[in-house]
């Protein structure tokens, strides 16, 4: 009998994400949709965060995720200053290879489109 250790077909969801990790996961979105301007979005991102331990990374945090770089040598040096940042502050963000799928989020998902199958 074969044991599965890893499945393929079942993606990461926050659930299955540490605080600090979903943390990073709402900043990045909040980046992609607040304010018409990139100082705008980040200038609300950073207001929110001021007191929060994650704020003194946000700098490096916001120019990895800059349009700007096209080219890959400056973003390479911005990820480790990035990820030195993070460490500062505390947070380790672990590589989605090394984050076990709990499928929980996947599992809600269905569970919330069977309800409202139900109560139509």
Same mark, same amino acid.
């Given at each position: 009998? %074969?044991?599965?250790?890893? *499945?393929?077909?079942?993606? !990461? +969801?926050?659930?299955?994400?540490? %605080?600090?990790?979903?943390?990073?996961? &709402?900043? #990045?979105?909040?980046?992609?949709?607040?304010?018409?301007?990139?100082?705008?979005?980040?200038?609300?991102?950073? $207001? $929110?965060?001021? @007191?929060?331990?994650? #704020? *003194? /990374?946000?700098?490096?945090?916001?120019? !990895?995720? $800059?349009? /700007?770089? %096209?080219?890959? /040598?400056?973003?390479?040096?911005?990820?480790?200053?990035?990820?030195? /940042?993070?460490? @500062?502050?505390?947070?380790?963000?672990?590589? =989605? $290879? @090394?984050? =076990? &799928?709990? +499928?929980?989020?996947?599992?809600? %998902?269905? =569970?919330?489109?069977? #309800?409202?199958?139900? !109560? *139509?």
């Amino acid at each position: 009998m %074969e044991i599965m250790t890893e *499945r393929k077909d079942v993606s !990461l +969801g926050l659930s299955d994400l540490q %605080e600090d990790e979903g943390l990073l996961i &709402s900043i #990045y979105r909040a980046w992609q949709t607040h304010g018409p301007t990139r100082p705008v979005a980040e200038h609300h991102i950073a $207001s $929110s965060l001021r @007191k929060d331990r994650i #704020y *003194r /990374a946000l700098e490096p945090l916001f120019g !990895l995720l $800059s349009p /700007a770089n %096209e080219s890959l /040598a400056p973003l390479f040096s911005i990820a480790e200053q990035c990820k030195t /940042a993070l460490a @500062k502050c505390g947070v380790v963000p672990r590589p =989605a $290879s @090394k984050i =076990a &799928s709990s +499928g929980q989020d996947r599992l809600s %998902e269905i =569970a919330s489109l069977s #309800y409202q199958i139900l !109560l *139509r």
